[in-house]
């Protein structure tokens, strides 16, 4: 006569234990999908790549209009009509007050800042030239201009800041010429002047 054995409440069945196991690792699973399916967003982040960055500020709201003209090693040359050129970028070709308001629900909104922005994506062994052109006069007073050469990799070091005054329209200055070796140090820096505005 085969004796029943009562199963006691304490013991262990291997097939429950497998399939909670089963269930565990299943549930595991799914949450690691779910966190590589959806990263956590990166707000504000730009990935902005350069190793040089030049900027040519005057009065804010002064309505003349001054440019930049950036010549690399290589005779590349980056102005307003031509914003990109080897390793050199126009970031926003400044007009004045031109271009400086837009209408929002029926009110005028006024940017004063006049700037110019040009960053060297990368760097070529050699001279770097920097000048400033007085392009258009709304007033025909003369227009002081600041610029700064910073090199930003692989900390910001300030490489040259300085100002010049454009009297009239036509004119030309060379803010700062600069070299730099096959690493990107800055070697040289000078201020002797140098011709770059084609006649326009």
Do not use: C
């Not at 299943?26 to 990935?47: E, H, Q, R, Y």
């Not at 050129?85 to 029926?106: K, W």
């Not at 050699?126 to 007073?141: A, D, Q």
């Amino acid at each position: 006569m085969a004796v029943l054995r009562k199963r006691r409440s304490d013991e262990i069945d291997p097939f429950s234990d497998l399939l909670f196991n089963t269930l565990l690792i299943f549930v595991l699973l799914f949450a690691v999908a779910l966190v590589a399916m959806n990263p956590k967003a990166k707000t504000g982040v730009i990935d902005a790549k350069a190793e040089f960055i030049i900027t040519v500020t005057w009065p804010d709201l002064n309505p003349n209009d001054i440019d930049t003209w950036v010549q690399d090693p290589g005779g590349n040359l980056v102005w307003f009509r031509q914003r990109e050129s080897g390793l050199m970028h126009l970031d926003r070709d400044d007009r004045g007050v031109a271009n400086d308001s837009i209408v929002v629900n029926g009110q005028s909104v006024v940017n004063p800042l006049n700037q110019e922005v040009v960053t060297l994506r990368g760097f070529a062994p050699g001279e770097y030239t920097v000048n400033v052109f007085y392009y258009e006069s709304k007033n025909g007073e003369p227009v002081p201009v600041s610029i700064s050469v910073v090199k930003v990799n692989p900390r910001a070091e300030v490489v040259f800041y300085g100002s010049v005054n454009l009297g009239r329209k036509g004119d030309e200055a060379t803010a700062v010429r600069f070299s730099t070796d096959r690493e990107g140090h800055v070697t040289s820096v000078n201020t002797l002047p140098k011709t770059l505005v084609e006649r326009i």
